[in-house]
C-alpha cells in the first residue's frame, strides 16, 4: 500500500508544506514563495501518474518499448507557464503594494489602510 | 528497494527539508535562493520521471526566470520577513488538516505509482499520442505533438496567459505608470573586465542555443517556450552586466511592444486561416492537403515559433518592467 | 459555416487582445472591445437558435476528436450563459467608455481593454469548452485578467484586493488543478463527456470523492461562496466602476456555471448529492450567506462594499438552489443567475456614475443625490427593488421560483433565512433611498452633464430587469431548458 504510492505521500506532504505557507505567513513575497512550492508539488503529482516503471521519456526511438505517458508532461507544460505568470503579475503587484505602503506585511498594510482613513482618506468600509 | 526508489525517495528527503527551510528562513534573500534550489530538484525529479521536457522548462523557469524576478523585487522592496503572528498558525492548520486529510483519503484508491496498468495507460489515447501521432506528424518527440497539435487549443490558452501577465505587468510597472529617468550609474557590472566580456562572447551562444532548442524540439526536450525564456535570458544577463539603457538599445522596448502580441496573433492566426482552408480551429492537415503530416510538422513549427517570440518578449518586457522600476526610484 | 460558430465565439474577444495591445490607441481599443462583445452576442444568438433547432453542438479543435483533441460542447445548459456574458459585456463596453477615461489614467486604457477581452475569453472559453484542464486554462486567463483589472482602481487598496484576490484565487486555481488531477488518475481522460462515461463505474473510488471535494472547493473560492467570500467585496469595489459591473455581473456566474457542469454533468447528480453530503452542506452554507451577507451589507458605509456584500447574499440563493439538485431547484438558480446578474451590473453600474460626478460612492458623500439626480435615483431605486425581491421585478420571479423548489422538497430553514435575508436587503436599499433622497445635499460639485452612454446603459439594465420582471418567459425558457439538459445528463 504505502511502498506502491510512496510518491504520491511524498508529493502530497509538499503540497501541504506550501499551502502552509501561503495561508500562515504575512508576508507577502512568502506568500506567493509558498504558492509556488504548492504548485511545483501538484506538478509532481501529474508527472509521477505517467511514469511506468522501466519506461523512458516519450520521445520515439527504434528499438525502446515503454513510454511514460506524454499527457500530463503536457498538461504540467502548461500549468508551469501559468505558475509563471501568476509569480509575475504577484510580484508586480507587491513591488506596487510596497511603493504605496511601505511594507510587505499583510498586517501593516492593513493596519496603514485604516488608520489612513480614520484621518485623511475617508473612504471604506465600516465593519 | 530498487535504486531508483531510493534515488527518489532521497531527492524527495532534499525537496522536503528545502521547503521546510524556506518555511522557516525570514530572511528573503535566502529563502529565494532555496527556492531556486527547490525547483532544481524538482527538475532533477522530473528527468527521473522521464519527463524531460517539463524538466527542462522548470530549470529554465523555476530556476532562471523565477529567481530573476524575485531578486529583483527584493532589491526594489525589503528582503527581511517579519515574524508570523502566532494567531495566523491555527486556521492555517485547520485548512492543511483538511486538505491534507482529503489528499491521504485519495491516495488509498490511486493507481499504484509506475504500474503499466493503470486506468491512464489503458485509455485509448495512449496509443493515439504515442504511436499513431508517428502516422499523423511523424514527429519522434510524442510531448511536442501533443501540446502543439492534439491539444493546440491549451498551448493557444498558455501563450495567453503569458500574453496576459506581460500586460499586466506593464500596467503595473511598465513605464506607462511613472516616467523613466535617466539612470544614475554608481555601480554598473559592465566595470568588470571579466563580466564584460564573458557575457559579451555567451551573448550570441545563448541566442543561438534558443534557436536550436526551439527547432529540436520535434526531437528531443525543447519546443518553443523553453526557447523563447533562453532567449530571454540572453538579454537578461546582457541588461544585468550593461545596465538597462544598453539593452534597450538593442532591444528598444517600442519593438518589444509591437512583438508581444504578434507571437500572438500568428499563434491565432494560424488557426484562422486553417479555417478558411476547409479546416476545424488549428487543423494543420488543411496546411497541405497532399501530405497531411507534412502540413502537421509545418504548423507545429509556426507554433512553437509563434510561442517562442510571445515568450521571449514578454519575459524581457517583465525584466525590464522590474529593473526600469529600480531605475526611476 | 456555422459549424466553425463554436470556435469564433471563443476567438473574437481573444483576438481582440492583442490587437488593443497592438494599436495602443483609446478609441481604438474601446471599439475592439466593444465590437468583440458585439460579435460575441451575435454569436451566441446564432448558436442558441442552432441548439434549438439542431440539439447538441460539439466542435473539435484541430480536427481531432475528442478524448484525443479538445472539444467544444455547446448545448441548452451553457447558451444561457454565453448569451448573458456577452450581453452584459456589450453593455459594460458602452458604459466604460467615459467611465474608463475618468477613472484609469489615458496611457494605460488600451492596455485594460486588452485585459477586459482577456476576461470576456476566459469566460466563454470557460462556458464552451467540453474538457476539464481546458476549463482549468481558460479560468486562469480570466482570472489573471482580472486580477489585473482590479488592481486599477483608484485607490492603493485597490492593490491589496487584487494581491489577495491574487492568492485565494490562485490556491482555488490549483485545489481544481487537484481534483482534476485524481479525476485523471482513476480515469485516464480529461474530456467531461468521457470522464462521465467511464466515473460511472467507479462509485465507491476514494480518489473520486476526493476528487470532487477539490474541484467544488477550487470552484467555491471562484464563486464566493460562504466562508470563501472574503476576497470578493474589496475586489468588487476597489476596481474601476467598469471592471466592478463586468465581474459582478459574470465572474461569480461563470464559476457557477463551471461548478455545475462539474458536478451534474461530470461527476453525475447522483455521486455528487446522493452519496455525498454536498447537498446538505451546500444548504447550510447557502444559509450563513445570505444571513451574514445581507446582514453585513446593511453596515457598509460605502455604496459598492454594501452592493458586494449584498452579491455575498445572492449568491447563497443561487447555492441554495444548487442544493435542492431538482430540477425546479436547479432552475430556480439559474433563473436567479441571469436576474441577479441583470440587477447587480445595473447597480453597480448606478454607483459608477455616482463616483464619476460626485467622486466617491460612501453613502456620506451621496446625501440627497435623489434631488439632484432623480434619474440614477431611480435607476438604484428600480434596480435595488429587485434585490429585495418586490414584485413585478426579476429578482421576485426568480425568488419566487426558489421559494418553490424549496417548499417542494421541505426546506423550511432554508426559506425562512431567505425570507429573513430579503427582509434586512429592504433594510439596506432602504438606507440608500434614505441617504439618497431624505437627507440634505452635500455640497460636494456635480459634474454638469452625465454621459449619454453611460446613462444608456444603466437604464438598459433596469429595464431589462424590469422586463424579466414583468414577462419572465425568456429567462424562464432558458432556465428550465438548462436545467433539464443538465439533470438528463446527470442522471
Redesign the interface.
Known sequence: ?IG???????T?????????????????????????????A????????????G???????EGTQ?????????????????????????????????E??G????????QR?ISDRDTT??????? | MTAFVLVNISLFAILGATALAITRMRALYEATMLTALFSLVTGSLFVLLDAVDVAFTEAAVGVGISTVLLLGVLSLTRSREAVTPRRRRLPAALVVLFTGGTLGYAAQDLPPFGSATTPVRDHPVTETYLYQSQQDMGIPNTVTSVLASYRGLDTLGELVVVFTAGVTVLLLLGPLTRRNRPVKRDLVLADYRVLRVVSGVLMPFILLFALYVLFHGDYGAGGGFQAGVIFASGFVLYGLVFGLDRVQQVLPQRVLWVLIPLGLLLFMGLGVATVLLGGSFLDYDTLRPDDPAAGQRLGILLVETAIGLTVATVMTSVFFSFTGRGASR | MTVQLPFVQVLLPLLGAPLCALLRSRVAAWLLFLLAALGSLGCAVLLAQRVATAGTQRYSVGGWTAPVGIEFVIDDFNTPVLLLVSLIAAVVAVFSHRSLAAEVAAKRVPLVYACLCLVLAGMLGIAVTGDAFNAFVFLEIMSLASYALIAMGRRRRALLAAFRYLVVGSVGAVFVLIGIGLAYAVTGTLNMADLAQRLGGLHGNRALYAAVVFVLVGLAVKMAVFPLHAWLPDAYAQAPSAVGVLLSATATKVAIYALLRFAFTVFGATLVFGVMPVGRIGALLAVLAMLIGSAVACFQTDLKYLLAWSSIAQIGYIVAGISLATTAGVSAAYLHVINHAVTKAALFAAAGLLVLRLGSARLDDLAGFGRRMPWTFAAVVVAGLGLVGVPPTAGFVSKWALATALLERGQWPVLAAMLVSSLLALVYVGRIVEVGWFREPSLVTVMNRPPVSMVAAIWFLVLLSVYFGLDATLPSSLADAAAAALLRNGG
Not at chain 1, 482618506?121 to 465593519?127: E, I, L, T, Y
Open positions: 500500500m506502491s504510492h510512496y510518491v504520491y505521500w511524498l502530497f506532504a509538499l503540497m501541504m508544506i506550501g499551502l502552509y505557507v501561503v495561508i500562515s505567513h504575512g508576508n507577502l513575497i512568502k506568500k506567493l514563495i509558498g504558492l509556488s512550492l504548492f504548485q511545483v501538484v506538478f509532481l503529482f501529474y508527472i509521477s501518474l505517467g511514469k511506468v516503471d519506461g523512458t521519456a516519450p520521445i520515439i526511438t515503454t513510454y511514460s505517458h506524454p499527457l500530463p508532461h503536457v498538461l504540467i507544460l502548461t500549468a508551469i507557464v501559468v505558475g509563471v505568470a501568476t509569480l509575475a503579475v504577484g510580484l508586480a503587484l507587491v513591488v506596487r503594494l510596497f504605496s505602503y511594507s510587505l506585511e499583510e498586517d501593516e498594510i492593513l489602510d482618506d475617508r473612504d471604506g468600509v465600516a465593519s
